[in-house]
């Protein structure tokens, strides 16, 4: 009795036909080309065996979580080449509002114009500098006017103005009188904006972080490195 065909796993001749008796147990077995009138798949029908599959498989599930994995990371690390919103230049008071040495609280309104411009009010802290080595992290030509943000590095609590430079009240981190980190969790001075003089005021025209010695830093966000190893590895510390 011809109980089955066995066409092969994969579709490769010859193919068997067998003969049981009547217990199952097979008597006879031949093997042959195809059967006229049945139909095959022919092996290059799918190009690939099972193995084939499950290797290219692994390679594509592989490449996608590789993908899912990688990405946030060089959105990291990217991010502050291509983001952020180009900063609007803002008044930050009349020249003679400034006097030497001493630090005055400004509150900026950037983009003053948009509906949620109260939020995005910032403040700085801006001091005249009777000599240009008062401030020992100014910039070429920026240093007749410090103006510092009040961002801490640490979290970015506001910082507070003391006699010997700024505080910050959250977590004890402190900083001298041009911003350099003196001590506690902040990883780098404070930002600094940059300035010009239009007419008899001092604008505020863009924002950028210091590196520990003082050079400018890409603008990051509190809490980011912008000096060393730490800087490449970010969030990683070595
Ligand atoms: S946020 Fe300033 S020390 Fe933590």
């Known amino acids: 009795m011809l109980r089955a065909l066995y066409p092969g796993r994969h579709r490769r001749f010859p193919v068997y036909t067998r003969n049981f008796d009547d217990e199952g147990a097979i008597v006879a077995e031949q093997a042959h080309g195809p059967i006229p009138g049945r139909e095959y798949l022919a092996p290059t029908d799918s190009g690939m065996s099972r193995g084939q599959f499950l290797t290219a498989a692994s390679i594509g599930v592989g490449g996608i979580m590789g993908a899912l994995i990688a990405a946030p990371v060089a959105g990291m690390a990217l991010g502050p080449v291509f983001g952020g919103e180009k900063f609007e230049p803002v008044v930050l008071g009349k020249l003679d509002e400034f006097k030497d040495g001493e630090f005055v609280k400004v ?99 863009d924002i950028y972080a210091l590196k520990n010695d003082g050079g400018k830093a890409t603008h990051r966000d509190p809490g980011q490195h912008t000096s060393g190893l730490e800087s490449w590895f970010y969030p990683l510390q070595p």
């Open 107 to 205: 509150v900026l309104h950037p983009h003053g114009d948009k509906p949620d411009a109260y939020v995005r009010k910032k403040v700085a802290f801006v001091r005249r500098n009777k000599d240009a080595k008062d401030d020992s992290l100014a910039l070429d030509g920026q240093e007749e006017f410090s103006v510092v943000s009040n961002v801490c590095m640490h979290l970015g609590c506001p910082v507070q103005a003391s006699n010997t430079g700024f505080v910050c009240p959250c977590h004890g981190g402190s900083y001298n009188k041009d911003g350099a980190r003196q001590a506690g969790p902040p990883v780098r001075p404070l930002d600094r904006y940059k300035w010009e003089k239009r007419g008899d005021e001092l604008w505020a025209t």
